[in-house]
């Protein structure tokens, strides 16, 4: 079974700076769309950034600048690179992957991305 596993998370202070990891096990074909989602206490899960089979690249507007998604197929992992954190960045991250790329996958819609991990916490001091 594929199976996504995030690891990365920890407590930073504001202007600081995080890489998460999101390493994929049971799945050896890497064309597939993958995403990293955020939920902060008390608001919805939302995209953050995304990148497809090819290497292109989308992000939310309020990441824009300060945060880089890349993936290494070899090691089959999926990176996101945080920097200029801010305590509005605090949130539980996950990591997820649609095995068929969606067709609007650049807008990271939860329900497209049917594999999810289990969630890295990052939280943001000021």
């Known amino acids: 079974d594929l199976q996504l596993l995030e690891s990365g998370g920890g407590s930073v202070q504001a202007g600081g700076s995080l890489r998460l990891s999101c390493v994929v096990s049971g799945y050896t074909d890497s064309n597939y769309c993958m995403a990293w989602f955020r939920q902060a206490p008390g608001k919805e899960r939302e995209g953050v950034a995304a990148?497809?089979?090819?290497?292109?690249?989308s992000y939310a507007d309020s990441v824009k600048g300060r945060f880089t998604i890349s993936k290494d197929n070899a090691k089959n992992t999926l990176y996101l690179l945080m920097n200029s954190l801010t305590p509005e960045d605090t949130a539980m991250y996950y990591c997820?992957?649609?095995?068929?790329?969606?067709?609007?996958?650049?807008?990271?819609?939860?329900?497209?991305?049917?594999?999810w991990g289990q969630g890295t916490q990052v939280t943001v001091s000021s």
């Open positions: 990148i497809d089979s090819d290497g292109t690249t």
């Open positions: 997820a992957a649609a095995l068929v790329t969606p067709l609007r996958w650049e807008l990271m819609i939860e329900p497209d991305f049917g594999l």
